[in-house]
């Protein structure tokens, strides 16, 4: 990063600091003790589950605003979109943030998965009520729908913000911010059959320079010229989209060196390319995957590759849901060697080689085996046998 762009960043975190330092006080959680009045005012306007929630950060409270009202949020990106912005430090905050929301009354409905854990939520009509008037007045989170009014006598286009949610409806023309410059957060979210010609304006790319997540995955199918910007954004840690007919990510990917979450879920079997595996800070790998043949078709491609060494030394991959196994060389091979794994997902196609179905047994069991030694590292394993013609 050149010397401009660090004093601007240093610039930007110190307003950072201001707003969540206002924004605290507003939600009252630090009120000096003799300051009663004001605090039993400021207390009367906040709906009554919000009023004993505890030592938390409302900055994860006002991040629910992201979303449509009736969508059903998942617990589990919601705190990865946390950390990659820096709204907590760590995922044991994340963690502690979330137990808090979630035990709480501020969920209208609850989803949880077989062992209990809450999978998704959605916050009250007055939370969600409240909390948007939150966001609004500090333009925590700026909504765009093609009916964005102005508020506190600013217009959305003299608005700047640091997280834009956007939801475009068809033929409705959408009303930008000028300056995006600083947004760490965009998301979209069609209403609707909306295609991509109805938001193309916010897919420029060369509006952000500081963009930390961004959820293009509800979108229309990309083009090949947008996936080039997206490999462009390169402080970016969590990328959630849809692929849509684009059949594979290429080794541009390589310059997204502090992505974290790489979500291409819904998307068909994408072919990827080892880049992908040596991002250094890459903890979660969501879709369906093929290692590319100019990665594995070669003699001692594992080691000519660099990929045993780096998977078996430095990669931090702790998601990997998941790879289809069939005829072609990659993950069957590489799955023993990623030590930080705790979540698998496998699809058998009916292809599968004999050698690919032999390796895997091996890795399974191994990985099978490390779960019952380690119960703490808390495993999971999915296998979809749908497609396997023949014995395992």
Same mark, same amino acid.
């Given at each position: 990063m050149v010397l401009k762009d660090f004093a601007k960043e240093i610039v930007i975190l110190k307003e950072?600091?201001?707003? =969540? =330092?206002?924004?605290? %006080?507003?939600?009252?959680?630090?009120?000096?003790?003799?300051?009663?009045?004001?605090?039993?005012?400021?207390?009367?306007?906040?709906?009554?589950?919000?009023?004993?929630?505890?030592?938390?950060?409302p900055n994860c409270l006002l991040y629910l605003c992201l979303f449509p009202r009736n969508h059903q949020v998942r617990t589990k990106p919601l705190a990865r979109r946390w950390l990659a912005e820096g709204l907590v430090q760590g995922e044991q905050l994340a963690v502690k943030n979330m137990k808090i929301l979630t035990n709480s009354s501020i969920f209208s409905s609850i989803q949880r998965?077989?062992?209990?854990? *809450? +999978? +998704?939520?959605?916050? =009250?009509?007055? =939370?969600?009520?409240?909390?948007?008037?939150?966001? *609004?007045?500090?333009?925590?989170v700026l909504f765009c729908d093609g009916a964005a009014q102005p508020s %506190?006598?600013?217009?959305?286009?003299?608005?700047?913000?640091? +997280?834009?949610? /956007?939801?475009?409806?068809?033929?409705v023309q959408l009303n930008l911010p000028q300056d995006l410059s600083r947004l760490r957060t965009l998301a979209v979210f069609p209403a609707g059959e909306v295609n991509l010609a109805s938001y193309e304006d916010v897919l420029d790319f060369a509006r952000y320079q500081v963009l930390r997540v961004l959820d293009l995955k509800e979108c229309a199918h990309l083009s090949e010229e947008h996936l080039r910007d997206i490999w462009g954004q390169v402080l970016i840690k969590y990328l959630s989209i849809n692929l849509g007919s684009i059949a594979e990510i290429n080794s541009s990917i390589k310059h997204l060196d502090q992505l974290e979450t790489l979500d291409l879920s819904g998307s068909q079997t994408v072919t990827v390319f080892k880049e992908v595996l040596l991002l250094p800070k890459?903890?979660?790998?969501?879709?369906?995957?093929?290692?590319?043949k100019k990665d594995t078709f070669t003699p001692g491609w594992l080691l000519t590759s660099g990929l045993q060494e780096f998977l078996k030394r430095?990669?931090?991959?702790?998601?990997?849901?998941?790879?289809?196994?069939?005829?072609?060389?990659?993950?069957?091979?590489?799955?023993?060697?990623?030590?930080?794994?705790?979540?698998?997902? @496998?699809?058998f196609?009916?292809?599968?080689?004999?050698?690919?179905?032999? /390796?895997?047994?091996?890795? @399974?069991?191994?990985? @099978?085996?490390?779960?019952?030694?380690?119960?703490d590292l808390n495993r999971s394993l999915?296998?979809?046998f749908e497609e396997c013609s023949g014995e395992y």
């Open positions: 950072i600091s201001t707003d =969540t =330092t206002n924004r605290i %006080q507003k939600f009252n959680f630090l009120a000096e003790e003799d300051d009663r009045t004001a605090q039993g005012q400021r207390a009367a306007d906040v709906p009554a589950e919000l009023q004993n929630l505890g030592d938390y950060n998965s077989n062992n209990g854990e *809450v +999978r +998704r939520c959605q916050p =009250t009509d007055e =939370t969600f009520r409240y909390i948007s008037q939150q966001s *609004v007045s500090e333009n925590f %506190q006598g600013k217009s959305l286009q003299a608005q700047v913000g640091r +997280r834009l949610s /956007v939801h475009p409806s068809a033929n890459l903890k979660h790998l969501f879709g369906r995957f093929q290692l590319s430095k990669s931090r991959l702790e998601t990997l849901a998941g790879f289809v196994t069939n005829e072609r060389l990659g993950f069957p091979q590489l799955l023993n060697l990623m030590k930080h794994l705790r979540k698998v997902k @496998i699809w196609e009916s292809d599968a080689s004999e050698r690919n179905v032999k /390796v895997l047994s091996k890795s @399974i069991t191994e990985f @099978i085996g490390a779960g019952v030694t380690q119960p999915s296998i979809e």
